[in-house]
C-alpha cells in the first residue's frame, strides 16, 4: 500500500540515507520533529531540549515511523508511556532514558554535532556506510510498513470529533474534552 502522506515517503527516504545523521536538538522535537530526530544516528541535547508525541492529545496517533523508532531506542515502557500520556521530557531525561548520546550546554549543541560529525569522517568512509547499513538493516522497510499503518490510521482518526477537540484544545492549551467519536 503507498501511503496517502507524501511527507512519510520523505520519511522513507530519510532512513535509507547511507550516511550516518546527526540531530542537534536544542529546543522543541514536537510530533513529527521528533520522529526526524529519531531518525538520526545520534541526538545531541541540552537542558533546553524538549521532545514529545503528543499524537493523543491531538486525538490521533504518532506518525513518522515513531512507533517503530521509539520502543527501539528506549524500550516499550518507556515509549508507551510517552505515547499514552502525550508527556513531553527534557534534554537530562533523554540522555537518562537513551534517547540522547551527547549533552552539552545550549550553547553548544551545533559545535558538539560537528565535533562528532568531524570524528567519524576521520574513518574510512565505506566502512561507515557499510557499519550503518549493518546496524540499521531492513529498518527503511520497516518504517515505511509502520508508515503506511500511522498515515492510515491519522487518516481516519483526522475525521473524528475528537481530533477537533483534540486541535482546539492544545491550541487553546487546555485538556481535551474528548467523547470518542
Not at 11 to 30: D, N, S, W, Y
Not at 157 to 167: A, I, S
Amino acid at each position: 500500500m503507498d501511503n496517502p502522506n507524501p511527507l512519510y515517503t520523505e520519511a522513507v527516504r530519510l532512513f535509507e540515507c547511507k550516511t550516518p545523521v546527526i540531530a542537534a536538538i536544542q529546543g522543541a522535537a514536537v510530533g513529527g520533529g521528533l520522529g526526524l530526530a529519531v531518525m538520526a544516528d545520534f541526538r545531541i541535547v541540552c537542558p533546553d531540549t524538549r521532545m514529545t508525541a503528543n499524537f493523543v492529545k491531538l486525538g490521533f496517533t504518532p506518525g513518522f515511523g515513531l512507533t517503530h523508532t521509539l520502543p527501539r531506542l528506549i524500550g516499550i515502557q518507556k515509549a508507551n508511556l510517552i505515547f499514552f500520556t502525550g508527556r513531553r521530557i527534557d534534554g537530562q531525561i533523554a540522555m537518562d532514558w537513551g534517547l540522547g548520546d551527547i549533552f552539552t550546554d545550549t550553547s553548544d549543541v551545533r559545535s558538539a554535532a560537528i565535533r562528532l560529525a568531524e570524528e567519524i569522517t576521520e574513518n574510512a568512509p565505506l566502512a561507515v556506510v557499510s557499519l550503518r547499513e549493518q546496524m540499521r538493516p531492513g529498518l527503511a522497510q520497516a518504517v515505511k510498513d509502520t508508515t503506511d499503518i500511522e498515515g492510515r490510521e491519522q487518516l481516519r482518526l483526522q475525521k473524528t470529533t475528537d481530533h477537533r477537540e483534540g486541535v482546539k484544545a492544545v491550541s487553546e492549551r487546555r485538556s481535551g474534552n474528548f467523547i470518542g467519536k
